[in-house]
């Protein structure tokens, strides 16, 4: 266990544009060129917003963290095409954009400002699952995942981030909790695992 007083890793919300810039740029540096990059060529369906589809032309599969996985549209299309959940309105109302480690999904659904609302999907609850409204939207989605991957890469260099359980020591995540509230008020009490 950590010590009291001890200077905990700094976490920051990142600015969208800069989190998505350098997933394309670790997208080219594997082999493609700008020239020879993939271009999504089937539209998403017209009920997700734009933003969607300006994300998946920069970025493509992506792994934020354990339970941040962002799906490349060929993979999107078999998640909604696969996943039992007749509630869920998936393909006409939500989109899964992205999945977790342990089968959860992530939900996409357009507003009229032509960004896209997320909601999360509880494998658990199988066929009777129901998206629960995360009170974000894409961009912040984006940030969220990337504040849990910095709080995992920290926890993974300093085994005193965590108690012997394997559980987020609590001034770490005290930490983190006020940064996901900076980046949407009650974000904290909707977000699905642990802290």
């Given at each position: 266990m950590a010590s009291k007083g001890r200077e905990l890793p700094a976490?920051?919300?990142?600015?969208?544009?800069?989190?998505?810039?350098?997933l394309a740029s670790r997208k080219?540096?594997?082999g493609r060129t700008r020239r020879g990059q993939r271009r999504v060529v089937q539209a998403p369906p017209a009920?997700?917003?734009a933003d969607?589809?300006?994300a998946l032309n920069r970025v493509g599969d992506a792994e934020f963290a354990a339970d941040f996985r962002f799906r490349t549209l060929e993979q999107a299309r078999h998640e909604n095409e696969l996943r039992d959940c007749p509630k869920c309105g998936l393909g006409t109302k939500w989109w899964a954009f992205a999945t977790s480690g342990s089968g959860d999904a992530?939900?996409?659904s357009?507003?009229?400002?032509g960004r896209s609302r997320v909601a999360f999907l509880d494998h658990d609850e199988e066929s009777s699952a129901?998206?629960?409204a995360m009170?974000?939207?894409l961009e912040q989605w984006f940030q969220l995942a990337d504040l849990i991957g910095q709080v995992e890469r920290a926890e993974d260099l300093d085994r005193t981030l965590t108690d012997s359980r394997h559980r987020t020591i609590p001034a770490f995540a005290k930490l983190l909790r006020a940064r996901m509230n900076e980046l949407s008020r009650g974000l904290v009490r909707k977000y699905p695992y642990a802290i």
């Amino acid at each position: 266990m950590a010590s009291k007083g001890r200077e905990l890793p700094a976490l920051s919300i990142r600015r969208y544009g800069a989190i998505v810039s350098e997933l394309a740029s670790r997208k080219l540096g594997a082999g493609r060129t700008r020239r020879g990059q993939r271009r999504v060529v089937q539209a998403p369906p017209a009920f997700v917003g734009a933003d969607y589809t300006q994300a998946l032309n920069r970025v493509g599969d992506a792994e934020f963290a354990a339970d941040f996985r962002f799906r490349t549209l060929e993979q999107a299309r078999h998640e909604n095409e696969l996943r039992d959940c007749p509630k869920c309105g998936l393909g006409t109302k939500w989109w899964a954009f992205a999945t977790s480690g342990s089968g959860d999904a992530w939900l996409l659904s357009g507003t009229r400002d032509g960004r896209s609302r997320v909601a999360f999907l509880d494998h658990d609850e199988e066929s009777s699952a129901t998206p629960r409204a995360m009170g974000i939207h894409l961009e912040q989605w984006f940030q969220l995942a990337d504040l849990i991957g910095q709080v995992e890469r920290a926890e993974d260099l300093d085994r005193t981030l965590t108690d012997s359980r394997h559980r987020t020591i609590p001034a770490f995540a005290k930490l983190l909790r006020a940064r996901m509230n900076e980046l949407s008020r009650g974000l904290v009490r909707k977000y699905p695992y642990a802290i």
